[in-house]
């Protein structure tokens, strides 16, 4: 079965790109979220089996929502993205909780390596 999987980026066209890379590989993009105080909402709605979630969005940042996310669902499976030279918010993403992490600009074979590895 397909896994599901959340997408939050600010950038519209990370998450095409992102759900793009996704879907060509079997995998199922249930939702999409712009910033962190939607994705906390998204993820309480759809249960996603993943999340790929931006560092740096409006309103609230990638680590606060994984924070909350994580505190609602300690089971959550989350993976950060961020630009580079954001090593010390990586860092903190890792201690908050994530998974792995993916640097900007995406490789699709890194992508699915993190997917991978993460929820198979």
Same mark, same amino acid.
């Given at each position: 079965?397909?896994?599901?999987?959340?997408?939050?980026?600010?950038?519209?066209?990370?998450?095409?790109?992102?759900?793009?890379?996704?879907?060509?590989?079997?995998?199922?993009?249930?939702?999409? +979220?712009?910033? %962190? @105080?939607?994705?906390?909402e998204?993820? #309480?709605?759809?249960?996603?089996?993943? *999340?790929?979630?931006? =560092?740096?969005?409006?309103?609230?940042?990638?680590?606060?929502?994984?924070?909350?996310?994580?505190? +609602?669902?300690? %089971? @959550?499976?989350?993976?950060?993205?961020? #630009?580079m030279?954001q090593?010390?918010? *990586?860092?903190?993403? =890792?201690?908050?909780?994530?998974k792995?992490?993916?640097v900007?600009?995406?490789?699709?074979?890194?992508?699915?390596?993190?997917?991978?590895?993460?929820?198979?």
């Amino acid at each position: 079965m397909a896994k599901n999987i959340l997408i939050c980026d600010d950038a519209a066209f990370m998450r095409m790109m992102i759900k793009d890379i996704l879907t060509k590989n079997g995998y199922n993009v249930a939702g999409e +979220a712009e910033n %962190g @105080a939607k994705a906390v909402e998204r993820y #309480a709605e759809l249960k996603p089996d993943l *999340v790929l979630m931006d =560092i740096t969005m409006p309103e609230m940042d990638g680590i606060q929502a994984l924070k909350k996310i994580k505190a +609602a669902d300690s %089971g @959550a499976h989350v993976i950060m993205c961020s #630009a580079m030279g954001q090593q010390a918010m *990586v860092i903190e993403a =890792i201690q908050a909780g994530a998974k792995d992490f993916i640097v900007k600009p995406f490789q699709a074979e890194r992508v699915l390596e993190a997917v991978k590895k993460v929820v198979g």
